[in-house]
RNA sequence: GGUCUGGUAGCUCAGCUGGAUAGAGCAACAGCCUUCUAAGCUGUCGGUCGAGCGUUCGAAUCGCUCCCAGAUCACCA
């Protein structure tokens, strides 16, 4: 039982004793004390005073005393105004200590048999260009969500829809049969999905062009856009596609195989991973079957030409298009059908998509219609929306190169971190692979941690040069702590000194206990970040912690302490404040070096 | 126009299940390396929490109205 939950019991005892009434301990919810006053947790009184029928002074008065009288935690308290300040009785925060230093895996809850399961979709690119920085933004949201959720108990499966199919592909693929002289990534010395992509901008450079000269020779945007050979072409192969052109299908699965061994390489830096993968064009006839049951059943309709429409009005919605008047397949439609097929490979209870925030629209439309189609998650499914990443010039334009392009981005963020770090001494006796290593682990945790600290909602600007900072809140500092810690551990292990803490009763002081009450929030907030669904809620916490710690840090001399109990209480709150920051950078799949 | 989401220090952001004098970092300025890593620590400066009204003992937090910004409302994906 924790301190918060002893006390809670204890106030509700108190009411009952002082004033005859039953309150219910857990709406009674003590708060960590503000640093200005005495005492480690309040209990705000106020809600108590139509209760005791007593001035807020005075019912906080009684209700410390009788905490004081009754309760071996409580040591003694204080009042202001309303609020009644409490000092737990020192000895018990070395109890904490230990309880958290002998709990394994803790804040974490274990995964069950009965554990329900939780379907993660995120990434989901397109097979025509690379990943770009918006996808960095989902990639590493959708991941560490998947740990959190995982921590939280569920069972999570991560899984990733890859658009691999449609007339964004059919451009690459035309540009490449036109102007590429049968060139290969390897050929090239290029990455399959950076080929692709520059085949998709070479398109609508030509396409422009072609556009412009037709404009030239008086024709109208409109006509001109009707009238281009080149788009017309790449209608004709999309059909071809569909009519399943040996040919045509034979450069699809060639060139998309270029992009998925790019994709990889850029997943694996980045640290992301799926247990299942889905194509469209695997998916994308599946929703007509569904369509046509839902008619049935009455929750979709036919117009007279033919066209199926979901009438969603009764919702507050519109009505919705799922069949196109020939008989074809709409956006949604692919949807219904992705549900389906995950449906029967996976037994899942929840579903939560991965998705920019301008689908926000589509997601409240398909969770409607999968609940009318009966799929027992589809009314709660999450859209885990998230805001758009803009630069500082505006939104990015893959057509226009404006992209801030993924694997250059890891680049820059590694070349910096390795220059810092060089410049600052950091890698003096490393070996080169070492050295390599480190540098990696910090360009990446900066840029990890940058995207997962913000609220997913907000839209962020990413500055290029600015924006990633090694200083303050960011991962190279919770980093930094986490280092320090190992390198006392280390020093600890030579001197083959005593860890042990369980037997002492030392009596910890004011930062010491801040800490083990900032170690003993760790379980709720992992449970609070599983709940609302959000990495940033954890990188907040550790900063805090970090924070925290490093203040301890600075003031303490842990290993010449000369008092051994002194000095192995120290080690081992260090210990653990450096096993939460392992954990919690887990969550958000940073990884923490061992030195930097 | 309808719906959704944001608006907190010069900048980037916490805080939002209502609690004490609204917190960090960056930037600016002033200090701290013979002591376990100075990517650190300490201090100064910086705020009509978009505006107003309401609920409450108490509102950045809840409700209503308005303002600003973004997204979305296709037989596109």
């Not at 809670?8 to 004390?33: F, G, H, M, R």
């Not at 008619?295 to 117009?303: Q, T």
């Not at 992705?338 to 629209?361: F, S």
């Amino acid at each position: 039982m924790s301190i918060d939950n002893i006390i809670s019991q204890a106030v509700a005892d108190a009411v009952k004793a002082l004033y005859s009434v039953e309150v219910d301990a857990a709406t009674i919810v003590p708060q960590t004390t503000k640093k200005e006053f005495e005492g480690n947790l309040t209990i705000v009184v106020f809600p108590f005073l139509k209760i005791s029928r007593k001035n807020p002074e005075a019912t906080a008065k009684e209700l410390g005393e009788y905490l004081q009288a009754n309760c071996e935690a409580v040591k003694c308290y204080n009042v202001i105004k309303g609020f009644l300040n409490i000092t737990i009785e020192p000895s018990f925060w070395a109890g904490v200590l230990s309880h958290i230093n002998d709990t394994p895996n803790y804040g974490f809850k274990p995964v069950t048999a009965e554990s329900e399961l939780v379907m993660i979709e995120y990434s989901s690119p397109n097979t025509n260009k690379p990943l770009h920085l918006g996808h960095v933004r989902n990639n590493l949201l959708g991941f560490s969500l998947s740990e959190i959720m995982k921590a939280n108990g569920y069972k999570v499966v991560k899984t990733n829809i890859v658009n691999d199919r449609g007339i964004h592909i059919c451009k690459s693929m035309l540009a490449w049969e036109k102007w590429g002289d049968g060139i290969t990534p390897e050929k090239a010395g290029k990455k399959g999905d950076h080929l692709i992509g520059d085949f998709y901008v070479l398109f609508d450079k030509h396409y422009k062009a072609e556009l412009k000269s037709l404009m030239a020779a008086g024709k109208s945007e409109e006509e001109a856009e009707k009238e281009s050979t080149l788009m017309q072409e790449a209608r004709e192969m999309l059909q071809k596609w569909e009519a399943g052109d040996a040919k045509v299908r034979g450069v699809w699965e060639m060139m998309n195989g270029w992009v998925y061994a790019g994709f990889d390489e850029t997943y694996k830096r980045l640290g992301v991973d799926f247990d299942k993968i889905y194509y469209e064009s695997n998916t994308y006839l599946e929703g007509k079957d569904k369509v046509l049951e839902g008619i049935e059943k009455g929750v979709m309709y036919r117009k007279e030409d033919g066209s199926v429409w979901a009438d969603l009005t009764n919702d507050g919605l519109d009505h919705k298009l799922l069949l196109r008047s020939d008989g074809t397949s709409v956006y949604m439609t692919q949807d219904i059908g992705t549900a389906k097929l995950r449906y029967q490979d996976y037994p899942i209870d929840k579903m939560i998509y991965v998705v920019g925030n301008e689908q926000n629209y589509h997601f409240q439309v398909l969770s409607l219609l999968l609940d009318r189609l009966g799929f027992k998650w589809g009314k709660d499914l999450v859209h885990f929306s998230y805001g758009m990443v803009e630069l500082p010039e505006g939104k990015m334009k893959s057509r226009e190169g404006t992209v801030v392009d993924a694997d250059d981005l890891m680049d820059e963020m590694i070349n910096t971190a390795r220059e810092t770090s060089a410049e600052l001494g950091k890698l003096d006796g490393c070996s080169g692979e070492e050295a390599e290593n480190i540098s990696r682990i910090i360009g990446l945790g900066a840029l990890k941690y940058f995207m997962l600290k913000v609220d997913p909602r907000k839209n962020m600007t990413f500055n290029p040069k600015e924006s990633i900072d090694f200083n303050g809140n960011t991962g190279p500092f919770i980093q930094y702590t986490y280092a320090r810690i190992q390198s006392v551990l280390r020093k600890v292990a030579e001197s083959a000194m005593s860890q042990a803490v369980d037997a002492v009763a030392f009596e910890p002081n004011e930062k010491e206990i801040a800490l083990i009450q900032r170690l003993a929030d760790f379980p709720s907030v992992v449970e609070e970040a599983g709940k609302a669904y959000s990495p940033a809620q954890i990188a907040n916490y550790t900063y805090d912690l970090v924070k925290e710690y490093n203040q301890f840090y600075h003031d303490y001399s842990i290993m010449k302490e000369e008092n051994a109990d002194i000095r192995a209480f120290r080690i081992c709150l260090s210990r653990n404040v450096g096993e939460v920051i392992s954990r919690a950078m887990g969550l958000l799949g940073i990884e923490v070096p061992e030195r930097m």
